[in-house]
């Protein structure tokens, strides 16, 4: 199995915390936040994203490809 840094396990724990806050807003106290304000949906759609990518790295086809390449590596 590969290793990832102490790094990348930060910020994918990182992404996923605020995504999970913001969602937690978003279905909570939806009056709390702002309403038609462009750069909120472009924060919010960014923040998407990121998650998405983090979701991809941890369990998608990136790691899979990660873990391959570990084991195709010579042992010794």
Do not use: H, R
């Not at 309403?35 to 998608?60: M, Q, R």
């Amino acid at each position: 199995m590969s290793k990832m840094s102490k790094g990348q396990t930060l910020i994918g724990a990182l992404v996923v915390i605020i995504y999970g806050t913001v969602m937690a807003l978003y279905i909570l106290k939806p009056d709390s936040l702002p309403a038609n304000n462009t750069e909120w949906s472009t924060l919010v759609g960014a923040l998407i994203t990121a998650f998405t990518i983090v979701l991809t790295w941890f369990f998608g086809s990136s790691k899979g490809s990660a873990d391959k390449t570990e084991l195709l590596k010579p042992k010794g």
